[in-house]
């Protein structure tokens, strides 16, 4: 699972980083890490740049967080409340909230206190509620399709060996969310590792309940 996670991650993120050079480590790489996240997340909270640009800058503090350890992904927590607000702004872009979500996913792969974290914030309330929209309400669907892949992922990343996102999922999102995985998972992921919507349905168990119905 942690393969295909960081497979995702190598392959489909971390060529988008453009503005984003991974230095050479140095006895000094955590010091680099936490200026640039610092640098990222004061434009992140800066109302005067375009959301765009905040949502770029939440990007590249994801793939900081995820190329920096542990120190890094302690630095780029203080601005998971600031890409959360973000994705709860009202006719918030399909690009800008890809973007968001992309640097969620670095901040918390494989980095329990900051999956503790987002989980203390109702970040699954907030992705929930982007796994559901309507693809026939936008114009862009196609671009609303793109957004729900992402939820996908990042929802993996957040219930890989954690019980208790898994449960909290599986309260909030129920039969609905099971409806919406299922469906996802007969789309087209071509360009990705895997299939996030089909990974995801099975990480919560929902195709346990597949099996006893067909028993």
């Given at each position: 699972?942690?393969?295909?996670?960081?497979?995702?991650?190598?392959?489909?993120?971390?060529?988008?980083?453009?503005?984003?050079?991974?230095?050479?480590?140095?006895?000094?790489?955590?010091?680099?890490?936490?200026?640039?996240?610092?640098?990222?997340?004061?434009?992140?909270?800066?109302?005067?740049l375009s959301l765009e640009q905040r949502a770029q800058a939440?990007?590249?503090?994801?793939?900081?967080?995820?190329?920096?350890?542990?120190?890094?992904?302690?630095?780029?927590?203080?601005?998971?409340?600031?890409?959360?607000?973000?994705?709860?702004?009202?006719?918030?872009?399909?690009?800008?909230?890809?973007?968001?979500?992309?640097?969620?996913?670095?901040?918390?792969?494989?980095?329990?206190?900051?999956?503790?974290?987002?989980?203390?914030?109702?970040?699954?309330?907030?992705?929930?509620?982007?796994?559901?929209?309507?693809?026939?309400?936008?114009?862009?669907?196609?671009?609303?399709?793109?957004?729900?892949?992402?939820?996908?992922?990042?929802?993996?990343?957040?219930?890989c060996n954690n019980i208790p996102y898994i449960r909290i999922?599986?309260?909030?999102?129920?039969?609905?969310?099971e409806t919406k995985l299922k469906s996802l998972s007969h789309?087209?992921?071509?360009?990705?590792?895997?299939?996030?919507?089909?990974?995801?349905?099975?990480?919560?168990?929902?195709?346990?309940?597949?099996?006893?119905?067909?028993?």
């Amino acid at each position: 699972m942690f393969k295909k996670l960081q497979a995702c991650y190598e392959t489909y993120i971390k060529t988008f980083f453009s503005s984003v050079k991974e230095e050479p480590y140095n006895p000094t790489g955590s010091i680099f890490h936490k200026q640039k996240i610092v640098r990222y997340g004061t434009n992140v909270r800066n109302t005067q740049l375009s959301l765009e640009q905040r949502a770029q800058a939440a990007k590249n503090i994801g793939l900081l967080a995820y190329t920096g350890g542990p120190n890094a992904g302690i630095y780029a927590s203080e601005y998971i409340q600031d890409l959360i607000d973000i994705l709860h702004m009202p006719d918030t872009s399909a690009n800008v909230r890809i973007l968001v979500l992309q640097g969620l996913c670095g901040i918390c792969y494989i980095n329990y206190s900051n999956q503790n974290k987002v989980k203390d914030l109702n970040l699954a309330d907030v992705l929930f509620v982007c796994l559901t929209e309507d693809e026939n309400s936008s114009p862009a669907s196609n671009h609303i399709t793109v957004v729900k892949f992402w939820v996908c992922y990042l929802l993996t990343v957040l219930c890989c060996n954690n019980i208790p996102y898994i449960r909290i999922l599986r309260e909030l999102g129920g039969q609905m969310l099971e409806t919406k995985l299922k469906s996802l998972s007969h789309m087209e992921w071509s360009g990705w590792p895997d299939n996030y919507a089909e990974v995801l349905f099975s990480l919560l168990g929902f195709h346990k309940g597949q099996l006893t119905s067909a028993i």
